[in-house]
T-cell receptor
């Protein structure tokens, strides 16, 4: 079983739709959580950190559920430019810290 | 934008050649990483460094080697390139406690 699991998608949604991605992690020593965005043939870039209380950045909302060991990303009012792969990233305390990237969920927003 | 650079951006080379992929960052980050990523696939950590003179192997076995003589520079070397090395190589760096990783634009390597 992978330490960080995501639905690979692809999610095909129309412009204006609301779409949600989930990510589960297996290591209870996971301490920090992030969502990265990777455009086709580009490098990953930090989209947002995920805080225990949940956090919002414009149309993007991230939530963390430690009891169930999953994090989520909600995108409201999808834009064509939101089309990308969204990577769930978990930082685990293994004595030292280790950063684990999920395989990503692909999103296609269509006009 | 992150101040992390990779050269070359694209490289096509014949089997058996020695290649070095360059990675530099001007953010003063101690931690640096090399990832390998095939198209549409996940990132695989192949090397990382905690700072000068520190190098560690990552989760994915790789025939490449790295060095860290200066904080800002983390080159990756393949002594003898093979077609199986064809992939995208991404370099990243991070601040010590926040751990947000900043990625370079990547090097796309094609070994013929």
């Amino acid at each position: 079983r992978k330490e960080v699991e995501q639905d690979p998608g692809p999610f095909n949604v129309p412009e204006g739709a609301t779409v949600a991605f989930n990510c589960t992690y297996s290591n209870s020593a996971s301490q920090s959580f992030f969502w990265y965005r990777q455009d086709c043939r580009k490098e990953p870039k930090l989209l947002m950190s995920v805080y225990s209380s949940g956090n919002e950045d414009g149309r993007f909302t991230a939530q963390l559920n430690r009891a169930s060991q999953y994090i989520s990303l909600l995108i409201r009012d999808s834009k064509l430019s939101d089309s990308a792969t969204y990577l769930c990233v978990v930082r685990v305390n293994t004595g030292g810290f280790k950063t684990i990237f999920g395989a990503g969920t692909r999103l296609f927003v269509k006009a | 934008e992150a101040d992390i650079y990779q050269t070359p951006r694209y490289l096509v080379i014949g089997t058996g050649k020695k290649i070095t992929l360059e990675c530099s960052q001007t953010m003063g980050h101690d931690k640096m990483y090399w990832y390998q990523q095939d198209p549409g696939m996940e990132l695989h950590l192949i090397h990382y460094s905690y700072g000068v003179n520190s190098t560690e192997k990552g989760d994915l076995s790789s025939e490449s080697t790295v060095s860290r003589i200066r904080t800002e520079h983390f080159p990756l070397t393949l002594e003898s390139a093979r077609p199986s090395h064809t992939s995208q190589y991404l370099c990243a760096s991070s601040e010590p406690r926040i751990e947000t990783q900043y990625f370079g634009p990547g090097t796309r390597l094609l070994v013929l």
